[in-house]
């Protein structure tokens, strides 16, 4: 995922688009045993917290992801030439 990641936000920077893209990718885990899923349907609920919509969770910013202050976080985009920085992880549910 993270190579076709790479070679999508590429394509966007070699021809930005007219308006704000907002790219989500989702990594959702914890769910309970049992519990179908939608990859659609948790999309839209990291959606929905990002865009203040209701959904219970919350947006953790990058500076508070390191576990402690000795950690160096990076992007792993920075090994392709692109360094945006830390994306914000977006929590839903009452999870983390």
Sequence with gaps: MLVAATYLIRA????PPDRDVRLFEGLVSFKPQGASSSHCDDVLKLRSVV???GAI???????ALAASADDVLMSAFQVAGMNYGISPVVVVGGYI
Excluded: S
């Design 12 to 15: 966007a920077t070699d021809a």
């Design 51 to 53: 865009w203040g919509e």
């Design 57 to 63: 969770g919350r947006i953790v910013p990058p500076e």
